[in-house]
């Protein structure tokens, strides 16, 4: 059987774009699938990243250069593996590529977006902004190609979009595909979603003003952000000068996530010095069971503990309600002291963890899940890496993807 030199990447977000680019620097073609009109993933809506608070941009843009100067590489967009047959080493592969209704002669002059009269919520922004119905995902997305959402695009019978751009880049019939392609190894990459903070009944999210999610956190506080970076209330705009943060929301709970999603700290710490850089004067309060901080990250938890603005308070939550003004009350216990706790703030951020993608929708590939979702190894010739297998960060994502590249290529060659 001749050796089929192609790797599949199921997944574009960072551990996608590393596995596939290192693979594709190896000599090997890689086909990289992702369901989002953008590759980035997650990271792509982070304002920054430890352990050197750096943008993630700066990463990001590597990595597309690297994608846009390399032949091997192929990537779709709004795809999704829809069909996988055969075994290791020569495996049949069916890609759906649903319409975007713009296509590549779009040069991201934002006419489309101008004319278009349909406003929808921006799920980039997690909710926190509206786009039009014709939009950009955001600035700098990759690739750098505006989108129509069909669910709320009112199609050729108002065609203002289609009017307003000199490119002839709209194409409002647009239908789906399906490529068919040949893969000697599989790499799962499908990483992870935040979990739903509106199953956790006393956290009051979706209930309370300005009870917000740490990844909407990450969102207020980028300048490509809803509000341009500042840490504003999203009820009134207020600048924030008390802040709570409850961590494990949702996580090491047998009713949400059993697991540590590994993370949520030092987010936590992160965005605490997000708000002390613009209000050095802010008050935080953290309510916390464990504060988790392995290796090298434990200076993210002094650096914190030792502001004389921060209050750690070692107890679950028991409620979050609305007071006067839009501020927002959570009841505790305290712990330590046995006292019953009973804060007011201008914001609550409730650190929620990591979900793997594959929970909720698994990637039609011979590959075993365990109960919460991720990858295991198994013999199926299947591999998987990142947060499709375990909660990362990001360094550690692109550690994972390095090696597991290296592993599908062995496959390859080995035949197994």
Not at 79 to 106: Q, T
Not at 210 to 234: C, S, W, Y
Not at 309 to 336: F, H, P, S, W, Y
């Amino acid at each position: 059987m001749p050796e089929v030199k192609t790797i599949l990447v199921i997944g574009g977000g960072f551990s996608g774009l590393t596995a596939g680019i290192d693979a594709a620097e190896a000599g090997y073609n890689v086909v990289i699938v992702e369901r989002n009109p953008y590759l980035g993933g997650r990271v792509a809506q982070l304002n920054k990243y430890f352990p050197k608070l750096c943008p993630p941009l700066c990463g990001l843009e590597i990595n597309y250069r690297r994608i846009k100067t390399n032949p091997n590489i192929t990537f779709y967009t709004m795809a999704e593996v829809e069909k996988v047959s055969g075994g290791p080493g020569n495996y049949d592969v069916a890609i759906k590529l649903k319409p975007r209704y713009v296509n590549e002669k779009c040069t991201g002059c934002n006419a489309c977006a101008e004319a278009c009269p349909v406003e929808r919520p921006d799920e980039f922004n997690f909710g926190l902004s509206k786009t039009k119905a014709a939009y950009l995902p955001f600035d700098q997305a990759f690739p750098l190609r505006y989108v129509i959402d069909d669910k709320y695009c009112k199609g050729p019978t108002c065609g203002k979009c289609k009017e307003a751009c000199k490119y002839d880049a709209i194409e409002l019939d647009m239908k789906p595909q399906t490529i068919n392609l040949k893969a000697g190894a599989i790499i799962v990459t499908t990483g992870w979603n935040p979990y739903d903070a509106t199953k956790i009944d006393n956290l009051g999210f979706g209930k309370v003003k300005n009870v917000i999610t740490n990844m909407m956190m990450e969102r207020l506080a980028a300048q490509n952000g809803p509000t341009g970076g500042k840490i504003i209330r999203p009820s009134d705009g207020k600048p924030v000068e008390t802040i709570g943060f409850v961590q494990c929301a949702g996580s090491r709970d047998e009713n949400h996530l059993a697991f540590c999603s590994y993370i949520c700290c030092m987010a936590s710490m992160k965005q605490a010095l997000y708000l002390w850089e613009q209000n050095p004067n802010a008050k935080v309060y953290v309510f916390y069971i464990d504060i988790r901080t392995p290796g090298r990250y434990e200076q993210f938890f002094w650096k914190v503990k030792d502001n004389p603005n921060v209050t750690l308070i070692k107890g679950k939550v028991a409620r979050v309600a609305q007071a006067e003004n839009d501020d927002v009350i959570v009841e505790a216990e305290d712990m330590l002291s046995g006292k019953l706790i009973r804060q007011k703030v201008d914001m609550l951020v409730l650190a929620t963890g990591m979900e793997p993608s594959a929970k909720t929708t698994k990637p039609p590939v011979p590959i075993t899940f365990n109960e919460h979702g991720f990858a295991v190894p198994d013999n199926s010739g299947v591999l998987s890496a990142g947060c499709a297998k375990n909660p990362f960060d990001v360094a550690k994502s692109v550690q994972d993807a390095t090696g597991t590249a290296l592993r599908a290529i062995q496959r390859i060659v080995g035949g197994k």
